[in-house]
């Protein structure tokens, strides 16, 4: 999924949610609705095809000089809000009191040998260095700032965020999964040393090339999932 900027209260926000309300609609009809002039829906129009996020058809209807009509694009929707770890939340939920903790910690199994699978194309390389550069650009496509520090045990990997932050902070064990698909994706040692759910700055994770490693800690009050 491609990563975009917040617009919802910029003004080309303004104009691509009018065009998601109309379905179809023309420069004269985004004028209207926004009470600006055809000039400035131009320009927002202009922002919003340089996201990809609207197409524009030309239209020919008789003698008449042809115009264009504006509808958005399938990814356009990424860029409005979406409650899926509101979703996740319940889901893991209604598996936990339905169907008891065995069915919820394979549940967490099966995500994370899905989470792997799905990016391992995306984290390539011969060297750690390699793999870890890989897997900070896909973590910033997602909107997570990376940092990494090459250290005497290894990297320091520093997220200034959290991807699964609504889900994890009612179930800890996701902060579990996410750890393991990171040590299956850099085919390396993986301990959190720090998270944000602790009131930390982000999570931060010690990587070694000594094998894979099981949680220490902080977390080992945390449903550990098997490999």
């Excluded at 055809?38 to 919003?48: D, F, G, K, Y």
Aim: glycine content about 10%.
């Amino acid at each position: 999924m491609t990563y975009y900027p917040d617009l919802r209260s910029t003004p080309a926000g303004e104009a691509l949610r009018a065009i998601q309300v109309r379905g179809r609609a023309t420069i004269k009809d985004l004028a209207t609705d926004l009470g600006v002039t055809a000039s400035a829906v131009r320009q927002h129009l202009l922002h919003l095809q340089a996201q990809g996020a609207i197409r524009a058809d030309k239209v020919r209807e008789g003698v008449g000089r042809p115009y264009y009509v504006y509808s958005l694009t399938p990814q356009a929707h990424n860029l409005f809000h979406k409650d899926y770890g509101d979703l996740a939340t319940v889901l893991l939920q209604e598996v936990a009191t339905g169907q008891g903790p065995d069915a919820f910690q394979d549940v967490l199994r099966r995500v994370s040998d899905r989470l792997a699978a799905r990016y391992q194309g995306q984290v390539g390389g011969y060297a750690l260095a390699e793999r870890l550069q890989a897997w900070a650009a896909l973590l910033d496509e997602r909107g997570v700032p990376v940092e990494i520090v090459r250290t005497e045990q290894g990297y320091l990997l520093r997220e200034y965020g959290c991807p699964y932050h609504n889900v994890a902070a009612e179930n800890r064990a996701v902060c579990e999964m996410e750890r393991q698909v990171m040590a299956r994706l850099l085919v390396s040692g993986v301990k959190r040393t720090q998270c944000v759910l602790d009131g930390d700055r982000g999570c931060q994770f010690l990587i070694s090339e000594s094998g894979l490693q099981e949680p220490a800690g902080r977390e080992a009050g945390m449903a550990v999932l098997e490999s």
